[in-house]
């Protein structure tokens, strides 16, 4: 069982930076891949980006170039850096972990809100 916990989110007005942590607890599992998604108020769930263990990232397109993932193996936190924030990045976010198992685990979400 894997506990996903995030944190960084709130109000910033646009063209301002966030950073997203994403902790997981009382785990022992490995987590081979890890990544954001985000899901905005009447649209479907969409990746932000995600990494793997080695490091490879895949950023989708709505936020490249404004965004960089990054994670410490060590204590597999993951961190999502934004820059550059727009009314359209508003939405909640939710961190996304794959253990070695192919088990995916969802957190519960941390809101983004960027006034228009």
């Known amino acids: 069982q894997v506990q996903l916990v995030e944190s960084g989110g709130g109000l910033v007005q646009t063209g301002g930076s966030l950073r997203l942590s994403c902790e997981p607890l009382?785990?022992?599992?490995?987590?081979?891949?890890m990544g954001w998604y985000r899901q905005a108020p009447g649209k479907q769930r969409e990746l932000v980006a995600f990494i793997t263990r080695d490091g490879s990232t895949n950023n989708a397109d709505a936020v490249k170039g404004r965004i960089s993932i990054s994670r410490d193996n060590a204590n597999n936190t993951l961190y999502l850096q934004m820059d550059s924030l727009k009314p359209e990045d508003t939405a909640v976010y939710y961190c996304?972990?794959?253990?070695?198992?192919?088990?995916?685990?969802w957190g519960q979400g941390t809101q983004v809100t960027v006034p228009s």
């Open positions: 009382k785990t022992s599992s490995v987590l081979r891949t």
């Open positions: 996304n972990a794959i253990t070695q198992f192919g088990i995916v685990y």
